[in-house]
């Protein structure tokens, strides 16, 4: 599936092939030198998981929406380029603009359907992502246009529209949070958001005090972050997700020792 999706003969690194094969969890951080396709990794890994995974229950527990999140402009159309041409070469892309058409065209199971890229971009959307909630589909953002929807004030998006993107973007997605270093607070905007994700205090009745309640939404989110110069303290930003900076810091996803010491794990041949 990799060397399809490249167009290329080209072998998935060890790091990219372990994130996508290696257990039903999804680790929160990704710490791998830059010119090594952590682009590549997060997207078509979370496309093996989706579609390609023997196993039908990781499949399943795999979020139907990828939310590629970017704090600049440049490499918001850089990504966007990349994953429609691995899509394409995968012969599962749909051109967003037609997708009402090539989407009703047949009514089949998830894992058939093609897949749309999605830019929201500079103040505007390019086209209507929320219209088939249901299909797979991957967005590709700046960090203004995708957390102010998740916050429920989608910028330059009318008011009648906050709750739905709001709901959308808060359920069965997969974040992808890259060059964090580059994302001021929307980084701890990121991580506050997953800890309300994974638990909120909700009252049971309206007299009743709140408690904490794990997994509230429909569908759960995962979230991964993702740097070449990671640094622990950059996690300890959001007050409710800084009591497991030291888990989610040691479980971070890492080169092998044999990678970082091979010339040809640090070729910068892939797409960053």
Same mark, same amino acid.
């Given at each position: =599936? ?5 167009g ?11 994130? $996508? ?14 010119g090594l ?5 997060a ?27 970017l ?14 041409k691995w899509?394409?070469?995968l ?5 967003p603009?037609?997708?009402?058409a ?5 009514d089949i ?11 929201l ?7 209507d992502?929320?219209?088939w ?10 960090q @203004? ?6 916050l429920?004030?989608?910028?330059? $998006?009318g008011r009648?529209r ?12 997969f974040?992808v949070?890259d060059e ?11 991580l506050?958001?997953? $800890? ?8 049971? =009745?309206p007299?009743s !005090?709140p408690?904490a ?16 110069? =990671? ?19 040691e ?5 092998? @020792? ?5 010339p040809? !794990? ?5 797409f960053?």
């Amino acid at each position: =599936m990799f060397r399809r999706a490249m167009g290329e003969e080209i072998s998935p690194l060890p790091y990219q092939e372990r994130l $996508a094969i290696e257990g039903r969890a999804v680790p929160s951080l990704l710490d791998v030198p830059t010119g090594l396709g952590k682009t590549a990794a997060a997207i078509l890994g979370w496309l093996w998981r989706r579609r390609f995974e023997p196993e039908q229950a990781v499949r399943d527990d795999t979020p139907r929406r990828l939310v590629y999140c970017l704090p600049m402009r440049v490499l918001v159309e850089q990504t966007y380029q990349e994953a429609g041409k691995w899509l394409k070469n995968l012969s599962l892309w749909t051109d967003p603009e037609q997708q009402s058409a090539a989407w009703t065209k047949d009514d089949i199971d998830h894992g058939q359907h093609p897949i749309a890229t999605h830019l929201l971009l500079g103040g505007e959307e390019k086209s209507d992502w929320a219209l088939w909630p249901e299909r797979d589909s991957i967005l590709v953002g700046t960090q @203004d246009m995708l957390l102010s929807r998740a916050l429920n004030r989608g910028y330059s $998006a009318g008011r009648a529209r906050w709750p739905l993107e709001f709901g959308l973007l808060n359920n069965d997605c997969f974040w992808v949070f890259d060059e964090i270093q580059l994302m001021n607070t929307g980084l701890a905007t990121s991580l506050q958001l997953d $800890a309300w994700r994974r638990s909120l205090f909700l009252r049971k =009745m309206p007299s009743s !005090f709140p408690v904490a309640t794990p997994n509230h939404g429909p569908k759960p989110c995962q979230s991964l972050w993702m740097s070449a110069t =990671m640094a622990r303290h950059w996690l300890q930003s959001a007050v409710d997700w800084a009591p497991q900076v030291h888990e989610k810091w040691e479980e971070r996803h890492l080169l092998s @020792d044999v990678e970082r010491t091979d010339p040809q !794990f640090r070729s910068g041949q892939l797409f960053e």
